[in-house]
């Protein structure tokens, strides 16, 4: 298990390769905009949004600034051969709630109230769990009404994402949404990480889908 954020301690440059230990190579591309993520209370809660009440909805112990923040997908693709064709595969590798513009130089686990990583044993971490193939992002206060939205839109198939997977729900009268995305590879546990400017200051939080994180930067050819 990754126990690094990801490789995402600014937005990565397009067309940016990373290895795997495997040797297979990725090409990293330009952040794709999921939305503006509208967090009323500064408490921001990761889970998955079919889920109905859990642990997770009381959201991280650290908080930001009640505000509106962009939402971005970071996605990388690797090309493998395949009854002699050589097909390209995207995958989602990291989602990321952009707080301020200043880079990351320190990276700590967002964690629930209880948790304390003094216990974990090498390798382990703290993450929100997933059975549909799908996390979100969500303010505290409507964490739970809001993935029951989603999950009864789902039912009812009326539940509209677009073409990379990425779906809203909005509750005008809070002024709250969720924003839910692909969870890389399906289901599991991520871990989200909190990364903080020079000042100690959160510039984002990042939830890993444990793609990259053995990866080795290799240098862009000329």
Not at 61 to 69: E, H, L, N, R
Not at 100 to 112: R, T
Not at 151 to 176: C, H, K, L
Not at 209 to 215: H, R
Request: glycine content about 10%.
């Amino acid at each position: 298990m990754a126990c690094s954020p990801g490789a995402w301690p600014c937005p990565p440059a397009p067309q940016q390769q990373e290895k795997q230990p495997d040797e297979a190579k990725y090409t990293v591309w330009d952040p794709i905009a999921a939305g503006t993520l509208r967090l009323p209370s500064g408490r921001l809660v990761a889970r998955d949004p079919t889920y109905g009440q859990c642990e997770q909805d009381a959201g991280f112990t650290v908080t930001v600034a009640p505000g509106s923040y962009p939402v971005q997908l970071a996605c990388a693709a690797y090309t493998a051969e395949s009854r002699g064709r050589t097909p390209i595969y995207d995958e989602y590798t990291v989602v990321r709630v952009l707080v301020s513009e200043q880079p990351a130089v320190h990276w700590e686990s967002a964690l629930l109230d209880g948790q304390d990583e003094r216990v974990l044993r090498d390798g382990q971490f703290y993450g929100f769990g997933v059975d549909a193939g799908t996390g979100a992002f969500v303010d505290a206060t409507m964490a739970e009404e809001l993935g029951r939205r989603f999950r009864d839109g789902q039912v009812a198939g009326t539940q509209a994402e677009d073409d990379n997977g990425i779906a809203t729900v909005d509750d005008p009268a809070t002024g709250t949404n969720l924003i839910a995305y692909p969870s890389g590879r399906g289901d599991g546990s991520y871990p989200v990480w909190i990364g903080r400017d020079a000042d100690g200051d959160v510039t984002c939080f990042v939830a890993d889908m444990l793609i990259l994180g053995q990866a080795e930067l290799l240098l862009q050819q000329p």
